[in-house]
């Protein structure tokens, strides 16, 4: 009878060493939505995808700077539209759906929260105003997206305040069950600014990593917009490299990945078989579906590229991103080749998972692969598939990041 227990014991904790190895291993993936996709028509946030993310961040709300409290940016969109009853009502598909929403965004100053950060009344006022809104729309948690502490008016003990702000949001969500997030940029120069890293992981549920931006069309060139790699730090292998240095925890860390590219008018034609990267470049030139110069959404591209012969597509093996070209136009952009590239840093450095910068902004309704979200379904594929194990033997060049 004690041999049968012992080994009834040794079975039941070899079954419960399984399942929590099967549940921490399997990665995060954090889809943001824009609140402002759904007046391009077509796209709202009911066709967001439940299936492949496990949460989903609304952005953006924003502060309101006489009350301190969360507030909607545009309610015409989030209330009059439907948006955020459309987000609450996406668990009814897949319950284990994480719901946040995130404050901030380019739009909401650095000064809103500077200024909640270094007043413990005004942080109170805006701490509660976070439950209250949590409460309303029956959501999971918040993310925190300040762009950036320190900069854009913001003040030079932001970084110290920012951790403190967090402690303060994760004592009062942690006794209700809810989750923090934070969107951190990933520009080194930005994180050696503003960003305690290291603070910021020992605090919050996850960091959104956000691996995008690093050349676009006000640089005046054209350029790789989140190159793998480069000959200089702004690349997405030095921005995991250096947050990790930094002594953040691996496995809080969501790697950002962009659904979207920069375009470029140029001063010349463009030839495959000459320079294309570096060309002079007055402006970006705004795409059908997102209307804003210099941006354009894969869904757009893709389509560019499948039914347009004038369009061309390359790829730059030296960042491991696709480019497309016609004539003076030129769009950098990421496809799933090169996405799934990116996504290996997750499984060489055991990262917890990948951030998606939108969802509104891949192939939702599956026009050019006959499925839908082929961008998102094919990381997700990748990063559940445990023989893809191999990594990425590139190495970043970089500066000195312990600067």
């Known amino acids: ?48 995808d439940t299936k492949h993310c496990t949460h989903i961040i609304y952005a953006y709300m924003g502060i ?25 009502e996406l668990k009814k598909s897949n319950p284990d759906l994480k719901i946040l929403v995130s404050v901030g965004g380019w739009f909401t100053s650095s000064i809103k929260f500077s200024d909640i ?22 959501l999971n948690g918040i993310d925190i997206c300040w762009q950036y502490p320190g900069q854009r008016g913001g003040k030079p003990d932001d970084k110290k305040n920012f951790v403190n702000l967090l402690k303060d949001i994760k004592k009062v969500f942690q006794s209700k069950g809810l989750l923090l997030t934070v969107y951190v940029s990933a520009h080194l120069d930005k994180i050696r600014t503003g960003y305690d890293v290291k603070s910021i992981s020992e605090v919050v549920d996850y960091i959104n990593l956000a691996a995008v931006e690093y050349h676009g069309p006000w640089m005046k060139t054209t350029g790789i917009m989140a190159p793998l790699n480069s000959t200089d730090e702004n690349n997405v292998i030095a921005s995991v490299d250096y947050i ?3 002594g953040s925890i691996p496995s809080k860390i969501l790697l950002g990945l962009p ?18 990267i570096g060309l002079p470049s007055d402006q970006g030139f705004p795409s059908p579906w997102t209307q804003t110069p210099g941006m354009i959404a894969y869904n757009e591209i893709c389509l560019d590229l499948k039914n347009d012969n004038n369009w061309n597509e390359g790829f730059d093996k030296n960042s ?28 060489i450095h055991k990262l917890g998972g990948i951030m998606l910068w939108t969802l509104d902004t ?19 594929e990748y990063l559940e598939n445990e023989d893809n194990l191999k990594p990425s033997n590139k190495k970043a060049v970089t500066g000195d990041y312990h600067k």
């Open 1 to 48: 009878m004690e041999a049968f227990l012992k080994l009834c014991f040794c079975f039941l904790a070899v079954l419960l060493f399984n399942v929590d190895f099967i549940e921490g291993n399997k990665p995060i993936v954090t889809c943001y939505v824009s609140s402002w996709a759904v007046n391009r028509g077509k796209w709202s946030v009911s066709e967001a």
């Open 259 to 276: 659904t979207y590219g920069h375009t470029y008018i140029t001063n010349e034609k463009i030839e495959i078989d000459k320079k294309y």
């Open 117 to 138: 950060a270094r007043n413990p009344s005004k942080s109170t006022t805006f701490i509660n105003s976070l439950i209250k809104f949590i409460r309303q729309w029956d």
């Open 244 to 246: 990790l240095q930094r």
């Open 320 to 347: 491991s991103t696709p480019f497309a070209y016609m004539d003076y136009k030129f769009v950098s952009f990421d496809n799933k080749k090169s996405l799934i590239e990116k996504a290996k840093l997750v499984k």
């Open 64 to 88: 309101n700077e006489n009350t301190s409290e969360i507030m909607n940016i545009d309610p015409s969109v989030d209330l009059g539209k439907g948006q955020l009853k459309q987000l609450t």
């Open 362 to 380: 891949d192939d939702f309704l599956g026009l050019c692969h006959d499925k839908k979200y082929p961008l998102l379904t094919a990381l997700t």
